[in-house]
């Protein structure tokens, strides 16, 4: 990580994801989303005069099973506090929250990024209900609809341990990862399933203490994340070196200008008189039924990932990529239990599949054991890997069968060394720019006649055995 | 007062079972006795008479098809209009609701409506239930039927008065601090607080959550647990309902109390109480020896702080659960504002009353940081003290007797220029709401003037049955019948 002007910066995020639960917290509405504005309310979350929540285990369920997904220790005993402030989204005026008891504490996540592994501790998740969502309209003004109101949330506050926007973006990506994996949640971006809050301060870099700190609420991209980081570290830090005080403030992220803005500085902060939910008991958990609740989670990333190294023979890094979106580490499961070249097939699908993808998780058209037909042809050399890349967008695309096509596109390798030798012979007559500044030593030139004798074979000749014959030809004419 | 309406809820099972007369022609009768006294005692804010004759009619029905849905069908009452009524206004008595009309029903109503519900109208109480005299309605001045010179007490203030000017066989009132106790000893009638959590909440729109409970208010002891029999049980849309069997509440009534220890607890009986108040409990105490109960004195350190650490909390928990009526959604909206915060700030100042929004600024004082710790965490300890206090005592006694209020019902106008005068009238009976333990409030004599004086029995947590013993002990000694 780089420092600018001698300053690191310090991080920490909070991260609001939506539960998966059928019913709503407090009432047995819908959560689902995407239904007409405020079909899937109620009085009580409507918050009318009069009605009183009930709380939905299962979201003490789910959210038990985030915590000890994440490492956290999980309270025996927890309440619920309302959180008071006005807002035309909050019907009750009070947001029903935890705020000295959470249920979970004390976890952490383990990152990957480029200086290595690192651990990112987790202070605290707790459950919360989300509020409603303004729709402005030019006609009516500004409309409310309460669908969301009451929807399930977790908050996962972590430690201030994070240091770059890339440690940032690598926790993220395995919150998500983990979340996902155990169920609980969507983690979806797009439909705000999964928001994150952004707290950074700078320090001299060795300080011990911790600047004044912004936060920047709300960002729905871990892209936007990143930038919004870059952005405000460097203007704090610029802040400083001109003399001027970082205020503490909440600011708002502008993914069109990419910079961040002031919205409401402390001073004018809500003083949001927490206090336990009277219509609530407290929330009281027996170590069987978090016992039974661990049961539940199924593998984890990281033991998935242990295992695709050590059975499938996979480099860190790719087994990191295929474990960190679910859907697409469940689909590499399908394939290599149809193949036994796994590690080709992890390469074609992160080489190909995965930029063929468009959707926020891998979504893909092709039968798990089509893919690995195509990892077969490969794996046994019946084709090249510049063939099966084009057969895998095909196969994308248009849904061929890769069997079918290689047989009657005769698509298959060459490997007959006779008709090798022919390319190479060929490729060589046709190339004397080329072959003289081999011979002056310049290895790109090689690549070029390759090229050539490859192109010559319609892409189809082994390029492996095409290289040695190659070589053996220019070296013996030296 | 015809003597129709004057009867109690019992006599009315009988006369209905007999055929003496119908539920439409019992019904009418109420409706009649409305229209005559209702100008001048002010209890109702609402009356629904076509629902009320309709209702009537389908109990007559039932009962003549032999298929009756409780013994309390067809027997017409009134509702405390902070009870959410579906389809019919449930105001709150205050200008914020003027217009509100629930779409659902509160789930008394639902059990009502399921034991043959008639609904005469809802009854006057203080806005938002914040108030002990029903002064502080914003549409009416109830009157105490009994000297309509004086205040029906508060918040129940419409609910007493109507039971005891024969304008409702029974009625619904709330209780937080005293709200249903309190008036009913205003007025000489019978009302219960029960126990935290016996009565579902749901549907009651919330003044103090850890404190208000329904209950009901009658003109007898015996009437009063059959009401509590149809109203209370378990719902699993209040989560603070408590999940146990609520029995017959009528089952000990008529039994001997011989034996039973009652504790006199010497801090109900200082400074600041009236002499004839304090002679009628005394009175009563000894009636209760002379029926074989044995009297002791007990003593209840904490219960000077009581009443602070209620209107600490009361109001902490007012000034969010009032924070919704913030003329957004429903209910009262100011004519002009320039943007949200105008729109809230000029909403709630038009829309509430005087008290409402002194106890709002009070309870947002309390939890406002920096002032939490001092304020709503001690009064959080005092509540702890308080009910050690009580658990102490009920281990020593069955019951405690005390005055209900300090004095009997007092002039219209007396009190309203000094708020804390009127809250120290709640002093007898808070103590009991902090503690969540049940108390009934029975008439137990009149004072120089031949105004009613009320008694407050005492229980642990689900002791409502022993009450009803006990009052309807001390009634069967010394009461009329009706």
């Known amino acids: 990580m780089n420092l600018y002007k001698g300053y690191e910066m310090v991080i920490g995020l909070e991260v609001h994801i939506e539960l998966k639960t059928k019913t709503k917290i407090f009432c047995s509405c819908s959560t689902e989303f995407g239904a007409q504005p405020n079909m899937h309310t109620c009085p009580v979350c409507m918050g009318l005069p009069g009605v009183l929540p009930v709380l939905n285990r299962k979201v003490v369920d789910y959210a038990v099973m985030a915590g000890l997904a994440t490492n956290c220790t999980i309270a025996r005993f927890s309440k619920q506090d309302r959180k008071n402030y006005f807002y035309p989204d909050l019907p009750k005026a009070y947001q029903i929250s935890q705020y000295d008891l959470p249920l979970c504490e004390h976890g952490y996540l383990d990152i990957e990024t480029s200086d290595g592994s690192k651990r990112i501790g987790i202070t605290r998740i707790h459950i919360e209900e989300d509020a409603g969502k303004l729709v402005h309209d030019e006609k009516f003004g500004t409309m409310i609809d309460c669908n969301r109101c009451g929807v399930p949330l977790i908050e996962i506050v972590s430690e201030p341990d994070i240091r770059s926007a890339e440690e940032a973006k690598a926790y993220l990506q395995k919150l998500r990862a983990v979340i996902l994996y155990t169920g609980v949640s969507d983690c979806k971006m797009q439909e705000g399933s999964m928001r994150c809050d952004v707290n950074l301060s700078v320090r001299k870099a060795g300080e011990k203490e911790f600047g004044t700190r912004t936060e920047m609420k709300n960002i729905n991209s871990f892209q936007f994340v990143v930038k919004a980081i870059e952005y405000e570290y460097k203007r704090q830090v610029d802040a400083i070196e001109a003399g001027e005080t970082v205020i503490q403030e909440t600011r708002r992220f502008d993914p069109d200008t990419g910079k961040t803005y002031a919205m409401r500085s402390k001073e004018n902060a809500n003083d949001y008189r927490y206090f336990p939910d009277p219509d609530l008991p407290p929330i009281e958990l027996t170590d069987d039924e978090i016992h039974e609740l661990g049961l539940r989670i199924p593998e984890l990333p990281d033991a998935r990932k242990a295992r695709y190294i050590s059975d499938f023979g996979l480099s860190a890094y790719d087994a990191e990529m295929l474990t960190a979106d679910k859907y697409l580490a469940d689909y590499f499961e399908n394939v290599a239990a149809f193949t036994s070249y796994k590690k080709l097939a992890a390469n074609l699908l992160l080489g190909e599949f995965t930029k063929l993808n468009t959707a926020e998780y891998f979504e893909c058209p092709v039968e798990p054991k089509s893919f690995a037909a195509l990892a077969d042809l490969v794996g046994n050399e019946t084709i090249n890997s510049s063939t099966a890349k084009k057969l895998a967008t095909r196969m994308w695309n248009d849904g061929i069968d890769p069997e079918e096509a290689v047989t009657s596109e005769g698509l298959e390798q060459i490997n007959d060394t006779s008709v090798l030798t022919e390319l190479a012979k060929k490729a060589i007559d046709a190339s004397p720019k080329s072959v003289a500044d081999y011979k002056k030593g310049k290895a790109s030139a090689f690549k070029a006649i390759i090229g050539a004798a490859m192109g010559m074979s319609g892409g189809k000749a082994n390029p492996a055995k095409l290289s040695s014959i190659a070589e053996e030809m220019l070296n013996s004419s030296k | ?482």
């Not at chain 2, 009768?29 to 229209?35: A, V």
């Not at chain 2, 709150?92 to 609701?97: D, E, G, N």
């Open chain 2, 1 to 482: 007062m015809s003597e129709l309406t004057n009867r109690s809820v019992t006599r009315h099972i009988k006369a209905l079972a007999d055929g003496e007369y119908s539920s439409a022609e019992l019904t009418a009768e109420f409706l009649k006795e409305i229209e005559k006294t209702d100008g001048h005692i002010g209890a109702y804010l609402l009356t629904d008479t076509v629902g009320a004759l309709n209702a009537a009619e389908a109990s007559d029905k039932r009962r003549s098809a032999g298929c009756l849905l409780s013994c309390i069908d067809g027997i017409p009452a009134g509702i405390k209009d902070n009870i959410c009524t579906k389809g019919v206004r449930t105001t709150c008595a205050s200008k914020m609701l003027e217009d509100y009309v629930p779409p659902y029903d509160a789930t008394v109503i639902t059990k009502l409506k399921d034991s043959g519900f008639v609904m005469l109208g809802k009854l006057n109480m203080d806005e938002f239930a914040m108030g002990s005299s029903t002064e502080n309605s914003a549409f009416k001045i109830t009157k105490n039927p009994v000297d309509v010179s004086r205040v029906p007490g508060g918040s129940s203030g419409g609910s007493a008065a109507a039971v005891a000017a024969g304008e409702a066989a029974y009625t619904l009132g709330s209780d937080t601090g005293g709200s249903i106790r309190q008036p009913a000893s205003f007025c000489g009638v019978v009302g219960m607080k029960p126990t935290y959590g016996r009565v579902s909440r749901y549907g009651l729109v919330a003044f103090a959550s850890s404190l208000d409970q329904i209950g009901p208010i009658t003109r007898t002891v015996c009437d009063n647990a059959i009401i509590l029999n149809a109203v209370a049980g378990h719902d699993e849309r209040d989560a603070t309902s408590l999940d146990i069997q609520t029995g017959n509440f009528s089952r000990l009534i008529g039994k001997s109390i011989a034996g039973i220890t009652i504790g006199l607890p010497d801090e109900f009986f200082g400074d600041g109480l009236d002499d004839d108040v304090r002679r009628c409990v005394l009175d009563a105490a000894k009636a209760y020896e002379s029926m074989g109960a044995k009297i002791v004195s007990v003593s209840m350190p904490s219960v000077k702080h009581a009443l602070a650490a209620y209107y600490v909390i009361s109001s902490a928990e007012a000034s969010s659960n009032l924070a919704r009526f913030d003329g957004v959604r429903y209910g009262y909206r100011a004519k002009s504002f320039d943007d949200v915060a105008g729109l809230y700030l000029s909403s709630r100042s038009e829309g509430f009353g005087k008290e409402v929004k002194r106890r709002i600024m009070l309870g947002t004082f309390a939890l406002s940081s920096g002032y939490y710790d001092a304020y709503y965490k001690k009064a959080l300890q005092v509540r702890s003290l308080v009910k050690a206090d009580f658990d102490s005592i009920f281990h020593k006694c069955d019951a405690i007797l005390s005055p209900v209020a300090p004095t009997a019902a007092y002039r219209i106008g007396e009190k309203t220029s000094d708020p804390l005068a009127m809250y120290l009238g709640d002093a007898y009976s808070v103590p009991v709401n902090i503690a969540g333990i049940p108390a009934l409030s029975l008439p137990c004599g009149k004072n120089a003037e031949g105004l009613p004086v009320g008694m407050q029995l005492m229980g642990k947590d689900f002791t409502e049955d022993l009450l009803y013993q006990l009052g309807a002990a001390f009634e069967a000694e010394k009461g009329e019948q009706i």
